[in-house]
């Protein structure tokens, strides 16, 4: 048989990014050289968004023609190799018991990753160019931001859990140093640790599970895993070992995928990441780094579908993160935080899909939610800009005809957001709640509070509009005069608009008698875990009038609470001050994430404190201190009094020498 095809081209998607980081990084240090001859000078850091969105554009080119070539493909063959190199051999190198290539693989679900990746990606660049424009660290925010797609696309398209892993600390180490990017401010940088040191506990999960399934297959090559798992595998000809197993490596790696894509228990980083420029938090925390855990429990789908368990804690965790973003987004007064705690429960449905098996359902929320999502942290950091750095919506109000291209394009995002009929988030939303539905048992309770979830969504949403862009102007006039963004920063805003309201078309849902264009697209990908969990638990479709039935009730929510919630702000903040005064407890639970991240300070990061303060004070200070200083004054006390043996006296020599030959007779003589 003959190898399969080479396309090293492939390469180039996440060189191009990584070659145009190097770059933007030489631009920052040239533009240091030169304002340290000429404070005044502005140096070479204009050149850096040209640099930044070429490499970008240049990838996103490479992704589309890689998504062309995969659709001329048949659909069992729809699968792109790049060259492999070796990386790591262990053993004969002959017949290595592991070893480890370099290569990259581009299929369906790649591909689809890829796009969404340099698309979106390529905008945010765009808009960052005039949102960042004048800050000190121009170049050097271009060349993070380049750093970072390289790492995720590293991290969707190389082939082993290995490569993976080093794109997921790579898009780690990248999130810490654009979410610190301001970290003179203090807050910041503190943020940035706050992120780095969470998504460690993730990743210690990450390697475990990549360590348990070396065990069970003895490679880590996703491809191949997931090729023994296909849909020849039967769970009841395998052993309980290799079941509990199996379970155990799937429960590891989704403990990576909480802390990568923010859920219960280690979602408290995302709402605090808030302190990086507008742009890090659209591309970062709405659109890549974030799906992370989607894609890899898509990525290895048969290994989850053979654990029930770990499928429905999956389900679990999901719609209880949820339904925490989801109550508390209700209060938040900062438009950004706002945002934050919605991506977190965003998120959570997504996972909430994913137990369900629903795994084209939850990449179909992933792409919208990356449409919408994005387009809302631009639009809030268009309206931020305006207001001149003002992110509390409490000193907002009439932004509307100040800002109107703005406006339009936020209200495209928040109606989609809160799954106004019709809407891109409509469908994916109503998607991932009817396979909730059709799975039965525990999962019925799941759908009522991923159903009460979308009742806080929409309400939330439109809470936001009203307080931002409707009621009484509630700033200072003195001082702060709103305006519209520049064009660099507004059409990237409608562009994201149109993919909100129209990327519905992507997967429509069965009653309405089209093609499912994303779950057609990703079957091949999803079918080894389509096939075992139908071995589980099979059943039966959903039939129309129940479909209908429920696109009815998604419909009649979304739009009830989305006109309650504007209807209850349009006039201004009173009803949050309300809150504060008839139910101050509630609000204070709810504004502090229902008090789980003040239940870590208190239960983890005190107890911390106190154990390193002990160790420090008294092992470290007392015991270790007090050993080596003991041991050194004893030495120098020795010292003082075998110095006065040497006083230079002859009588005194002759009378040290008599003792010791009358010490070294009487050793003998005994001895």
């Not at 424009?133 to 380049?146: E, M, Q, T």
């Not at 909730?436 to 969504?457: E, H, K, P, Q």
């Not at 702000?569 to 509630?586: F, K, M, T, W």
């Amino acid at each position: 048989m003959l190898p399969p095809p080479s396309h090293a081209w492939l390469w180039w998607i996440p060189l191009l990014p990584l070659i145009g980081s190097a770059l933007c990084g030489a631009l920052h240090l040239a533009t240091l050289s030169a304002r340290k001859r000429d404070p005044q000078a502005k140096g070479p850091a204009g050149l850096a968004p040209l640099i930044a969105c070429a490499a970008m554009a240049g990838a996103l080119a490479l992704a589309v023609k890689g998504f062309l070539d995969l659709r001329a493909l048949d659909a069992a063959a729809r699968v792109l190799n790049s060259t492999s190199w070796e990386w790591i051999t262990v053993g004969d190198p002959r017949q290595p018991w592991f070893d480890v290539d370099l290569r990259l693989v581009l299929d369906p679900l790649s591909s689809t990753l890829g796009l969404v990746i340099t698309g979106v990606g390529l905008l945010i660049h765009i808009y960052a160019s005039g949102y960042m424009k004048g800050d000190a660290g121009y170049a050097k925010f271009f060349a993070y931001l380049n750093l970072f797609v390289f790492a995720m696309l590293m991290l969707v398209l190389s082939s082993s859990l290995l490569g993976v892993f080093v794109g997921w600390e790579g898009v780690g180490l990248c999130s810490y140093l654009l979410i610190g990017f301001w970290y003179e401010k203090g807050w910041p940088a503190e943020a940035a640790q706050k992120a780095f040191i969470t998504n460690r506990v993730g990743d210690a999960c990450f390697l475990i599970g990549s360590f348990l399934l070396l065990r069970l297959f003895g490679t880590l090559d996703m491809h191949e895993i997931v090729a023994r798992m296909g849909a020849d595998f039967r769970l009841d000809a395998v052993s309980d070992d290799v079941k509990l197993n199996i379970a155990l490596a799937a429960l590891f790696l989704f403990g990576g995928c909480c802390g990568k894509s923010a859920q219960m228990p280690l979602f408290t980083w995302l709402p605090d990441a808030m302190a990086g420029p507008t742009p890090v938090s659209a591309l970062i925390h709405a659109a890549t780094m974030v799906t992370s855990g989607i894609y890899l429990v898509v990525r290895l789908n048969p290994l989850f579908a053979s654990s029930p368990a770990v499928m429905t804690l999956i389900s679990g965790v999901g719609v209880a993160t949820a339904l925490i973003g989801g109550s508390t987004a209700l209060v938040q007064r900062d438009i950004k935080k706002v945002l934050a705690y919605s991506t977190v429960s965003q998120l959570g449905y997504m996972f909430l899909g994913l137990g369900t098996g629903a795994f084209g359902a939850a990449v179909f929320h992933l792409v919208t939610h990356a449409f919408f999502k994005a387009l809302l942290f631009l639009g809030a950091g268009s309206v931020i800009h305006g207001m001149h750095e003002e992110q509390d919506m409490h000193k907002m109000g009439g932004l509307r005809k100040h800002m109107p291209q703005t406006f339009a394009t936020f209200l495209a995002g928040a109606a989609a957001l809160s799954g106004l009929p019709l809407m891109s988030g409509f469908f994916s939303k109503d998607e991932i709640l009817a396979h909730t539905f059709n799975s039965g048992g525990v999962y019925y309770a799941f759908w009522i509070v991923g159903v009460l979830t979308a009742a806080m969504t929409a309400y939330y949403t439109w809470r936001m509009v009203a307080l931002t862009f409707f009621g009484p102007e509630r700033f200072d006039h003195h001082h702060v005069h709103p305006h519209e963004s520049p064009a660099v920063m507004t059409v990237p805003l409608m562009v994201l608009a149109v993919l909100s309201v129209l990327g519905g078309v992507l997967g429509l849902p069965p009653v309405f008698h089209v093609a499912h264009v994303l779950n057609d697209w990703l079957a091949p990908v999803v079918a080894p875990g389509v096939a075992i969990l139908n071995q589980l638990h099979p059943h039966e479709h959903l039939s129309h009038a129940v479909e209908w039935v429920l696109l009815g009730l998604g419909a009649a929510v979304a739009l009830a609470f989305a006109h309650t919630g504007f209807r209850t702000y349009s006039a201004g903040p009173e009803p949050d001050l309300a809150i504060g005064r008839g139910a101050p407890g509630v609000a204070a639970f709810l504004g502090d994430a229902w008090s789980i991240d003040s239940t870590y300070t208190r239960v983890v990061i005190l107890p911390l404190r106190v154990f390193a303060f002990v160790v420090r004070f008294i092992v470290d200070q007392v015991v270790i201190d007090g050993l080596v200083n003991g041991a050194g004054s004893l030495a120098k006390n020795l010292a003082l009094r075998a110095r006065g043996m040497a006083s230079g006296q002859l009588d005194a020599y002759a009378l040290w020498m008599g003792g010791g030959a009358a010490v070294i007779s009487l050793w003998w003589m005994w001895s």
